[in-house]
């Protein structure tokens, strides 16, 4: 059975750093192109960046471009999401995916973590 696990969620402050962690199981994940993204109170989930099996293609959302980075080690089954300069826009649920669907605006993909909470506030 395939799951996606989150780790690294929290309470920040504005300007501050977190990393989330995405672990996975059930197969490995090291040809899938793995993805990140965000579900606000209120909204709709929206994609935040996704990363090619390689690590090479990596694709942001305008909106958290030069603050966030993914990264993955597919040795380990596992991505990462690199968060500076949160701001409390960022304030929001998020997911991990994998087997992300590509498009112009990626919004589907085969597996989706449970998610973690990330709360930016002072």
């Known amino acids: 059975q395939v799951q996606l696990v989150e780790s690294g969620g929290g309470l920040v402050q504005p300007g501050g750093s977190l990393r989330l962690s995405c672990a996975a199981s059930?197969?490995?994940?090291?040809?899938?192109?793995m993805g990140w993204f965000r579900q606000a109170p209120g909204k709709e989930r929206e994609f935040v960046a996704t990363?090619?099996?390689?690590?090479?293609?990596?694709r942001y959302a305008d909106s958290v471009k030069g603050r966030f980075t993914p990264s993955r080690d597919n040795a380990k089954n596992t991505v990462f999401l690199q968060m500076n300069n949160l701001k409390p826009e960022d304030t929001a649920v998020y997911y991990c995916?994998?087997?992300?669907?590509?498009?112009?605006?990626?919004?589907?993909?085969?597996?989706w973590g449970q998610g973690t909470q990330v709360t930016v506030s002072s």
């Open positions: 995916a994998a087997d992300v669907v590509p498009g112009s605006v990626p919004t589907s993909a085969n597996y």
């Open positions: 059930g197969r490995t994940f090291s040809r899938s192109t």
């Open positions: 990363i090619s099996p390689t690590g090479v293609v990596i």
